[in-house]
């Protein structure tokens, strides 16, 4: 038997010591891997071909690995068949990477089934801007599983932003009403016309919303705080708000491009109520413009039911969504 340095650093065997011992014999706490083992050298004698299974093995220092069991054919000059040869191949990181990239289609696929139900919603075809936003805060907190998530509304100057729907997930219930000012959050406000996203991993640590900590953070357990910005064409016109609960949380790329697209989604119901507001009249031409005016491509829902997606200025990537809902009674609250 030939063994190399890399087996014996791995298992802490030198080819004197296993030398005439069996493999059951030299390795006993691995007997459910033998019989796999040996039908494997079967099928490579009876076929003649090279042959592959995967394992799960202990090394020497303790740490575990995924193996691929390489079998092959050794013959003579003659081409008889004279011994088996085994090589094993570390493949723990390119199993984790394949697991962990279909982990991340599946969550990209239920983002993709959440904005649809969004869409197709009939909050989404509401007269009432209201039933819109009040759905999409409670999609957006079940599917990213956070407690709070609140739309808001900048005025043109920045000086403050007003909540549309604050949807707070333990208590299923809707509020609005609440006001940011500028002069107490000057720092947050700073970073909302910089940025699009405010990934607060530590809400109270991210200069950008540090000035939270307090009454704000601490009163409502928040650690970590997701915000997108909305824009309806180049004018900024609100933040989405997600506020985890508990340990702190790193928010994944994926998380992140969930929140654009929510915003970018927030974005058309905000030129809709503009529109109702400002008492414009209803029509393809001002729909068409309030649609290619937001931040990314949305799906959007013809009266016959299909969806499609509409053009936009910006890139999307995943997103969230629910069945309607009508918004509870809300409350007036002045942070500042």
């Keep these: 038997m030939l063994i190399n340095k890399e087996f014996t650093r791995r298992y802490g065997v030198g080819g004197d010591e296993i030398l005439g011992s069996s493999n059951e014999e030299r390795f006993p706490a691995w007997e459910q891997a033998w019989a796999a083992s040996r039908a494997q050298e079967k099928d ?11 394992q799960d093995r202990q090394f020497a220092d303790g740490s575990h690995h995924r193996l691929e069991i390489v079998k092959f054919p050794i013959s ?12 094993g191949v570390d493949i723990t990181e390119r199993d984790k990477w394949e697991r962990d990239a279909l982990d991340r289609e599946r969550v990209l696929k239920g983002y993709h089934k959440a904005l649809d139900r969004i869409v197709a919603s009939d909050a989404m075809a509401s007269p009432n801007a209201g039933d819109a936003f009040s759905l999409l805060t409670q999609v957006a ?19 403050q932003i007003e909540c549309l729907d ?30 699009e996203v405010i990934d607060a991993h530590d809400a109270r640590s991210d200069p950008r919303t540090a000035e939270f900590t307090g009454k ?10 997701l915000d997108a910005v909305i824009h309806v064409g180049d004018e900024l016109k609100g933040v989405l708000c997600l506020e985890h609960v508990g340990d702190p949380r790193e928010w994944t790329l994926e998380e992140q491009s969930l929140a ?11 030129a809709r109520q503009e529109q109702q507001e400002s008492n414009a009249p209803g029509s393809p031409s001002s729909s068409g413009s309030a649609v290619s005016s937001t931040p990314c491509p949305v799906p ?37």
């Excluded at 490579?44 to 995967?54: L, N, P, Q, Y």
């Design 166 to 195: 604050l949807y707070q997930a333990t208590a299923a219930a809707h509020s609005s009403g609440m006001i940011l000012e500028h002069d107490y959050f000057p720092q947050y406000f700073k970073a909302l016309q910089q940025v």
């Design 260 to 270: 654009r697209s929510l915003a970018a989604l927030t974005s058309l119901i905000m």
């Design 141 to 159: 907190a079940e599917t990213l599983g956070v407690e709070r998530v609140s739309v808001w509304r900048a005025r043109p100057d920045m000086s």
């Design 44 to 54: 490579v004698a009876d076929s003649g071909k090279i042959t592959t299974r995967e």
């Design 216 to 225: 704000y953070l601490d009163g409502h357990g928040i650690t970590s705080m």
């Design 76 to 87: 003579d000059d003659g081409g008889r068949l004279i011994g088996v040869g085994a090589l």
């Design 300 to 336: 959007c829902r013809s009266r016959t039911g299909t969806i499609a997606m509409c053009s936009s200025t910006r890139s999307m990537n995943g997103t969230t969504g629910s069945a309607p809902r009508k918004p509870t009674a809300r409350g007036s609250t002045n942070w500042a």
